[in-house]
């Protein structure tokens, strides 16, 4: 199908530009088999004319570009005011500026009396082939344009998507560029990235640190509760709000009863308190008679 369009639309170019080819040609031809008296007979009774279009492009021209000036200084002061991420107010300016020079330029070439219906077709062809080719990218150049818009993350930022997590070093238009936990740079395309599940933990100033901890049946489950307790209130950098510290027995499990702990601390202290803490778990409870207990499968054999 794609063939098919393709094919079709390169026959439409060749067309158009066969037409535009053949239509110079009979007006040159046309020139070449008058008189001299006759050509300079034409243009001193068109000289008048040919002088007012000429004019009037020049103006439209200049009040054109003068327009096209005072929209991109306008469009870039509005960009600065919503704080625009930079790269897609140069991008948009770009894009504008662009657009509206080409358009001045079809006006300008048309009120010199230059039909201009077989270069708008020529251009809206090569643009359709294009885009065909360049699908992948587009859709990726389009996500990009959501991120940078509705900014779901933003430069430095610690998001997980798509099997990866890691701060984010960049966003360009078509991807976005994270760096891992071991420095590992990963190119995400930004087509995918837009329309997949994003958790962004830098958009919260706290986060919640939790632990599952298994302790053996029979031990003294409020001697646990304490001594967890006791561990996080003695870190300075566990926070008493939202709430306070919580510990409780969370079930009961095939072989040790699981009790939870949570506190809240500031997001640039998640990992500093999760891992110390961590290590205080496994140090003290042993010391206060709790022990861990390993897998356990009881064998029974019948005899009989």
Request: glycine share 8%; net charge negative; charged share 20%.
């Amino acid at each position: 199908m794609l063939l098919n369009i393709s094919g079709t639309e390169a026959g439409v170019q060749q067309d158009t530009t066969a037409n535009v080819v053949e239509n110079i040609g009979e007006t040159i031809g046309e020139l070449a088999d008058m008189p001299v008296r006759d050509i300079l007979g034409f243009l001193a009774e068109n000289a008048m004319s040919i002088g007012l279009k000429v004019l009037a492009a020049i103006i439209i021209y200049a009040v054109g570009a003068w327009l096209i000036q005072r929209i991109k200084r306008l469009l870039k002061k509005i960009l600065v005011k919503r704080n625009v991420e930079a790269s897609l107010s140069s991008f948009t300016l770009s894009f504008v500026s662009i657009t509206l020079t080409i358009l001045l330029l079809l006006i300008t070439v048309q009120t010199l009396g230059v039909d201009t219906s077989s270069i708008v077709a020529l251009i809206a062809g090569s643009g359709l082939a294009i885009g065909m080719a360049l699908s992948g990218t587009l859709q990726n150049f389009a996500g990009g344009i959501m991120i940078l818009f509705f900014k779901p993350f933003k430069v430095g930022d610690y998001i997980e998507t798509q099997g990866y997590s890691g701060t984010v070093h960049s966003i360009q238009i078509t991807t976005t560029v994270i760096k891992t936990t071991d420095n590992k740079t990963v190119v995400l395309p930004n087509g995918g990235l837009s329309g997949s599940i994003i958790n962004n933990y830098s958009t919260s100033e706290k986060r919640r640190c939790d632990w599952d901890i298994s302790i053996e049946y029979g031990s003294d489950i409020d001697l646990a509760k304490s001594a967890l307790m006791e561990i996080v209130n003695r870190n300075e950098k566990v926070l008493q709000e939202p709430e306070k510290p919580f510990v409780a027995l969370k079930s009961l499990a095939d072989s040790a009863i699981i009790v939870t702990c949570r506190v809240w601390v500031k997001r640039e202290d998640y990992w500093d308190v999760f891992y110390t803490v961590n290590e205080e778990i496994y140090k003290e409870l042993p010391k206060r008679g709790i022990g861990f207990p390993y897998p356990q499968l009881d064998v029974h054999i019948n005899n009989n």
